[in-house]
């Protein structure tokens, strides 16, 4: 009988160690890491307490309601701009395509521009008829009430941050799904989608002069940059706003 050779003993014991580290690793159950390297798999998204503690790290300020967008370039689109049709000024931002940097038209998405809980959605909206909106336009000549400049902000969709600051968005074509009126929304969720409601043009039943409006209101009776002039809301605004 053939003497078996010492390497050979060697050899054989590598070989079951082999094995037995293969069968080890591969009946574990993979990682988070592993799963979300593996070919064709998505990686977990985060559980909403990351996305809170993600959200309290971030810098404090304002994201622009569309993506990429920057502050108006003219003075007619900012808050405090006159509104000869109504006797009043405007209580907001205009977003409208061609004064901002990034495309505004209808359809667009706008995101929360911070973290907060809706307080109003207007997921039942329906537009004025011709003759009623002649009428209200009418009423407003010489002076909007409340109830009518709500009117004139058409689709509207109302988050509230922690420190209690209202973002109003208006003129929208439609609520993003799963936005309604108790949710939180985080920074950066699409809220809305920019359109024309409460326009002629969105009465009339066109898409054309869309157009996002952005109101901040730090209190109930005071909107961002209430009795500042256009230059005044630029400064402040550039504190305001940080990104994206």
């Known amino acids: 009988m053939r003497a078996i050779k010492p ?15 293969s069968v080890v690793l591969f009946s574990r159950p993979a990682t988070r890491v592993e799963a979300a390297a593996s070919p064709g798999a998505q990686a977990p998204s985060a559980p909403p307490e990351d996305r809170a503690a993600a959200a309290a790290m971030e810098p404090a300020g304002l994201w622009f309601p569309l993506p990429g967008a920057r502050l108006p370039r003219s003075d007619t689109n900012l808050p405090g701009a006159p509104r000869p049709y109504r006797a009043g000024v ?6 409208v395509d061609g004064d901002v940097d990034v495309p505004v038209v209808y359809g667009v998405a706008a995101i929360a521009a911070a973290a907060g809980q809706v307080i109003r959605a207007d997921t039942t909206y329906v537009e ?3 003759a009623a909106w002649a009428r209200l336009l009418d009423d407003v000549a010489d002076g909007a009430t409340e109830q009518e400049l709500d009117q004139l902000r058409g689709r509207q969709v109302w988050v509230q941050t922690a420190d209690g600051t209202v973002l ?6 439609r609520i993003a799904s799963g ?10 969720q699409v809220v809305g989608y920019v359109g024309n409601s ?18 901040v209101w730090p209190s109930d009776d005071e909107f961002f940059g ?9 400064l402040q605004a550039a504190s305001l706003f940080v990104g994206p």
């Open 7 to 21: 390497g050979w003993y060697v050899l054989a014991a590598v070989t079951l160690y082999a094995v037995v580290v």
């Open 226 to 234: 209430q009795g500042l002039t256009a230059e005044e809301v630029r």
């Open 198 to 215: 409460g326009t002629d043009a969105g009465v009339a039943g066109g898409r054309d002069r869309a157009r996002l409006r952005f109101e």
């Open 168 to 173: 109003r968005y208006g003129h929208l074509s």
């Open 90 to 95: 405007s209580q907001g931002f205009d977003f």
């Open 128 to 130: 004025l008829s011709e």
């Open 179 to 188: 936005v309604s009126v108790g949710r939180t929304v985080y920074r950066g």
